[in-house]
C-alpha cells in the first residue's frame, strides 16, 4: 500500500471500521512511514478536540441572537428585495443601452433623402414644389436644420 492509499483509510482505521487485513496492512505501512505516523497523529488530535468541546451552547449565544432576528422580521419582507434595486436594476438599464447601441449599428436602414425630410414636413404639394425647384446649398442648410 502507498502512503496516499494509508492516508485515505486512516479516518476508518481509527474507528476500526476496516477490514482485518486491511487493519494489518495499514498497521505495517505505519511502521515504516513516518508521514502516515504524521498524519494519523493529526488526526488522533483532531479528534480529541472535538470529543473535548463543550456539549451545550454558550449561555450567552441566544441573548445576542434573538434581538437582531426580531430587528430583521421588523424590516418587512421587502427587504430581501433589495438587491434588485442596487444591483439587477443598473445591470438591467446598461443592457438596455448596450442593446440600443447594438441594434442601431446593425441596422440597415436607408439613408432619408430631402424628399423624404420634405414630406414628413411639408404636405405633398408644397413638397413637390420645392423638389422640383433647384435648391442653393444655403436655402438646403435652412430646410435641414429645421
Known sequence: MTDSEVKNLLPAYLESALPVEQMREVEARLAVSPACREELEYLTRIQSLIAARPVSASPGLWRSIAPRIVLEDAVGPWKQFEWVGKRFLP??????????????????????????????????????????????????QILQSR
Open 91 to 140: 445591470v438591467l438599464a446598461a443592457a438596455v443601452v448596450l442593446l440600443a447601441v447594438i441594434g442601431n449599428l446593425t441596422t440597415d436602414a436607408p439613408a432619408l433623402t430631402l424628399e423624404d425630410y420634405l414630406n414628413a414636413q411639408w404636405d405633398e404639394q408644397e413638397a413637390q414644389m420645392l423638389s422640383d425647384a433647384e435648391l442653393s446649398g444655403d436655402v438646403l
